[in-house]
Nanobody, 124 residues
Framework: QAQVVESGGGSVQAGGSLRLSCAAS????????MGWFRQAPRKEREKVAIIEMDGTTTYADPVKGRFTISRDNNKNTLYLQMNSLKPEDTSMYYC??????????????????WGQGTQVTVSK
């Protein structure tokens, strides 16, 4: 059964860094779009970053230049390096996997597999 498990969240002061990891099992991350999303209380889930099968990456405007999504095919793991964190980055962060073989994924509806989430809290 395909699944993903996030780790690496925590509390950090503004300007600090965190790296989130997402361990995939039951499939290879290289054959699916993979993405990071976040959802704050009373807000909709939003895209943070997506990496497509061919390695193309896209980022939400608020995180461009600060966050980096990457994938280690050998470890079957997805990462999100978050630098220069801001209080507005505080949220629950979710890892998600797209459908097998889909080369392009753009948003939440394209991702059927979700993890339980990991909390990121950034203080002033």
């Amino acid at each position: 059964q395909a699944q993903v498990v996030e780790s690496g969240g925590g509390s950090v002061q503004a300007g600090g860094s965190l790296r989130l990891s997402c361990a995939a099992s039951g499939y290879s991350v290289s054959y699916r779009c993979m993405g990071w999303f976040r959802q704050a209380p009373r807000k909709e889930r939003e895209k943070v970053a997506i990496i497509e099968m061919d390695g193309t990456t896209t980022y939400a405007d608020p995180v461009k230049g600060r966050f980096t999504i990457s994938r280690d095919n050998n470890k079957n793991t997805l990462y999100l390096q978050m630098n220069s964190l801001k209080p507005e980055d505080t949220s629950m962060y979710y890892c998600a996997a797209g459908n097998y073989g889909w080369k392009v994924c753009s948003g939440v509806p394209d991702f059927p597999i979700w993890g339980q989430g990991t909390q990121v809290t950034v203080s002033k």
